[in-house]
């Protein structure tokens, strides 16, 4: 069977987890439509998600379209959880973005749809909410248009507007619908298809129709215009634009029968090489991990070893697949399906199962703030370093810190919502009562100049058996070269060293992740393996990789300090609308804020003001705005930039085995071997 693996993405509030309501009740898998507000829907099934009316947490829910089984993913709109969505991006063999006809294109919207494009997934847009006040059409797909995609097309018509009574219903055929038709084709073609594009509009040029010199049938024409059209949708470069309600029902039928027109899904072979990725993990009743793969080819069976991750294998001890709105037990899933899958032990997100399926993946921004978790009593210290261990296990981006001589535990962040919802997880799932300490940005260093290092094998002050010249200059991205022969040393020794550039360069001169730098090996050198008198393996004379990792985080640091970085911080693009009269109390707010506005942009009584802020005054911004609009200032903030420190420079070294301060990275490093 075909699987559409479907994702429903949009900027929060839009209506995504409304919308899988009523697309599960069209296809028969519920009756009743559930509420968001009265949290009673499917897919928002955290007690936390039913309690704020917002999703946290992907969901999976099925129904069969056609001949076709698909797996709906909603998404949270929420900017904290766009980890969440990244996830599930690499998986979509199709998305409907959800647009509300009243807030029309937003922050998120922008960035959602921009990662759909890059990533290639046909996308359908649902234009939800028109039974509301202020609902757009035209004026929304222009736009669309302008914002997204000249190639998006308008595929229903709205009566009632605004009202509760809305309704939608597709386009008839008319001379403005097919304009809008050939002129997607014409702003999606590429030099292959514009041939077949003009084909088509000399047959709606012709005359003599209905069987002009093309011999087309109006019938025939008008077929042949809206296959292309699917063609194009279904290869990522047009979109159809559907118009509905998900609180009415208004429209729902239209964007069904759209979906199963446009978007023709994948079929994977079940008889190929295993190959599948885990995007979520979740924990059972007792405590074990179950993970959510997608398979892209192959099967598997409970029973089955199989490889996790790199290097790991596994044992499926049970396995369900998403069919007829729930996950069933079965005993094998294949290609094209996601499936839980038990048994697999230390799985984490991210984890490839057999084969690591080649995935066009779409990093988002990494968090911008991080803050101190402390337990409200000392004694549940150890406690909440394991419930966050488990955490960052199955979430990575929280990013879990330890400063030991600090005794102090932090987890990186999106933002003040995410805080209570990792607060929430640890008081009801592992009973512990914590403090947040107020959130600070998570600043980045970059490489101003070039400096180079070398130490030599057993040659003070090294106390290493062995040879490490690094140097390190600016450059896209983090790059490790190298400069000396591959055939000079065992390969293990130099994969040591590629990895420690990576792990050391996590923390630089003021303790940030560094960025942009290329590393280049310019020595290297070991000893042999030595035996002893005895035979045995002499360690005091023999280079073990486990050298080059202790001495690499001292050459480069010492190659770093010469080279100099500048600390940058993250900076958002910010959009506010408020009312006109309201501006003078905002732009002194903003001056405050360090965010430099642009020239405003008046509408009557309203106005709308753009411009940049620093990341970490986003929240406060947040927090006052409503004093000073009367709660009608409305906020968007998307991450745009990071920009060298003005002022005092943050700094978060670690005071322990910091290789910056060689005496305590060796005293750290002789603690940790003799368990000290
Ligand atoms: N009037 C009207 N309200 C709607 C419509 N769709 C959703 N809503 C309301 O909008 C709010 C948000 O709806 P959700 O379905 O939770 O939106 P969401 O996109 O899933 O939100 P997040 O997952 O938190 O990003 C709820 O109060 C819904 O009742 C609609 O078509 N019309
Ligand atoms: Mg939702």
């Known amino acids: 069977m075909r699987t559409l693996n479907l994702g429903i993405l949009a900027h929060v509030d839009a209506g995504k987890t409304s919308l899988t309501e009523r697309l599960l009740q069209a296809a028969g898998i519920i009756d009743e439509v559930g509420s968001v507000d009265a949290g009673s829907t499917r897919t928002d099934s955290l007690d936390l998600e039913r309690r704020r009316g917002i999703t946290i947490k992907s969901a999976v ?17 929420h900017p904290d959880f766009i980890a969440e969505v990244e996830r599930v991006l690499n998986l979509l063999d199709g998305a409907v973005l959800v647009v509300s006809a009243v807030e029309g294109v937003q922050a998120q919207t922008r960035v959602l749809y921009r990662a759909l494009r890059r990533l290639g997934v046909p996308t359908v847009v649902f234009v939800n909410k028109i039974d509301r006040a202020g609902a757009r059409t035209d004026e929304l797909v222009r736009d669309l248009r302008a914002k997204l995609d000249p190639a998006m097309v308008a595929v229903d018509a709205v009566d009632g507007l605004g009202t509760a009574a809305a309704e939608s219903k597709p386009r008839g055929r008319d001379a403005a619908y097919t304009e809008d038709l050939l002129g997607a084709l014409l702003d999606s073609a590429s030099d292959a298809e514009a041939g077949r594009v003009n084909d088509l509009l000399n047959a709606y040029l012709e005359e003599t129709t209905p069987a002009g010199p093309s011999g087309m049938s109006h019938v025939a024409r008008d077929a042949a215009l809206d296959a292309a059209f699917a063609e194009r949708v279904a290869l990522a470069r047009a979109h159809p634009v559907h118009f509905g309600s998900a609180i009415t029902g208004a429209g729902i039928d239209g964007l069904v029968a759209g979906l199963s027109r446009c978007l ?20 059972g009743p007792a405590g074990e991990r179950i993970a959510y793969a997608r398979l892209f080819s192959g099967a598997v069976a409970v029973r089955d070893r199989v490889p996790v991750g790199d290097g790991r294998e596994g044992k499926v001890t049970g396995i369900s697949v998403f069919e007829d709105g729930d996950d069933h037990a079965r005993s094998r899933a294949e290609a094209g399906q996601i499936a839980k899958l038990r048994g697999l032990g230390e799985v984490r997100i991210g984890d490839a199962i057999g084969r690591p399926p080649k995935l066009r993946t779409e990093h988002f921004l990494r968090p911008a703030l991080e803050t101190v978790v402390a337990p409200l009593r000392d004694r549940d210290r150890p406690a909440l370093h394991t419930a966050l261990t488990h955490l960052a296990e199955q979430d990575p981006l929280i990013g879990l810190r330890h400063d030991e001589s600090r005794r102090e535990l932090s987890v990186s962040l999106y933002g003040e919502v995410q805080k209570e919802v990792i607060g929430a997880t640890l008081a009801e799932e592992h009973g512990l009562e914590v403090d947040f300490r107020e959130s600070t940005v998570i600043c980045v260093e970059r490489v101003t100049g070039s400096g180079e290092a070398v130490e030599v094998t057993a040659k003070a002050p090294n106390p290493f058996l062995a040879t490490v010249g690094l140097r390190i200059e600016p450059g896209p991205g983090i790059d490790f070269r190298l400069g000396v022969e591959l055939g000079s040393m065992p390969f293990a020794f130099f994969k040591a060293v590629e990895e420690t550039v990576h792990d050391t360069l996590r923390e630089g001169l003021h303790g940030w992740q560094v960025e942009g730098a290329t590393v280049t090996m310019t020595r290297s ?5 030595q035996s002893s008198a005895h035979g045995g393996f002499d360690k005091s004379m023999s280079s073990t990789a486990g050298d080059f990792r202790s001495l690499v985080p001292l050459v480069l640091m010492d190659a770093l300090r010469q080279a100099g970085t500048v600390v940058c911080e993250p900076l958002h693009r910010f959009r506010i609308e408020l009312p006109a009269a309201d501006l003078g109390g905002v732009l002194g707010a903003l001056a405050k804020l360090r965010a430099v506005p642009e020239p405003p942009e008046i509408r009557g009584s309203r106005c709308a ?16 705005l409503p004093g000073l609009t009367s709660g009608e200032g409305v906020l968007e903030s998307v991450f745009e930039r990071h920009e060298p420190v003005t002022g005092p420079v943050p700094s978060r070294l670690r005071t322990d085995a910091n290789p910056l301060d060689r005496e305590a990275y060796l005293l750290a490093l002789t603690r940790r071997v003799t368990g000290g």
């Open 609 to 624: 003001l753009e411009g940049t802020i620093p990341a970490g005054a986003v929240h406060g911004l947040g927090q006052r």
């Open 264 to 283: 023709p899904g994948s079929e994977g072979d079940p008889a190929g090489p295993l190959s599948g990725t885990v995007f979520k993990v979740e924990r």
């Open 61 to 77: 829910v099925s129904f069969t379209l056609g001949g076709t089984g698909v797996n709906l993913i909603d998404t949270p709109g």
């Open 525 to 529: 050198g070991y000893w042999a393996r």
